[in-house]
């Protein structure tokens, strides 16, 4: 399955003083989705990144709907929308409880050697992941 949701509690330093979560607060719920997708498909972030590759994200595009506020329990849903090559694309989506849409975004991510920084093909076992 290309899709995955994991929840996050808004923690009171991701807000202003008026308790509304600052807006680049979402970029890390994002990255929260991004790694939980990718643990979900077998595939520690960390041990991709020991084995020399990197996902660095090269385009975002976000769209704010709602508020989410301190304390607030979100569900972050991370879609794998399309691979091609080097690059990666995933929506993803941050809900409330309610189950009202919060806010939406666009991602794209390049595979990377970490040794000299250019873009590279993901091995086999990513390729098998990403094509299933």
């Known amino acids: 399955m290309n899709r995955h ?6 923690r009171y330093g991701e807000t202003d003083q008026m308790g509304v979560v ?15 997708w990718l643990r979900d ?7 991709l990144e020991e084995s020399g590759i990197a996902l660095p994200i090269v385009s975002m ?8 506020r301190y304390d607030d329990l979100l569900t972050v849903t991370t879609i794998l929308k399309k691979y091609s090559g080097v690059k990666i694309e995933f929506d993803c989506e941050i809900c409330n409880e309610n189950q009202e849409l919060l ?6 991510l390049v595979f990377v050697d970490t040794k ?6 993901p091995p086999r076992y990513i390729l098998d992941i990403l094509n299933n």
């Open 5 to 10: 949701k994991v929840q996050v509690r808004v």
């Open 22 to 36: 600052y807006h680049g607060s979402y970029v890390p719920y994002f990255e929260i989705g991004r790694v939980e």
């Open 41 to 47: 498909k077998g595939v520690s972030y960390k041990k």
């Open 61 to 68: 595009h976000l769209n704010y709907k709602k508020p989410a």
């Open 103 to 108: 806010t939406n975004a666009h991602f794209i």
């Open 116 to 121: 000299n920084g250019k873009p590279i093909v």
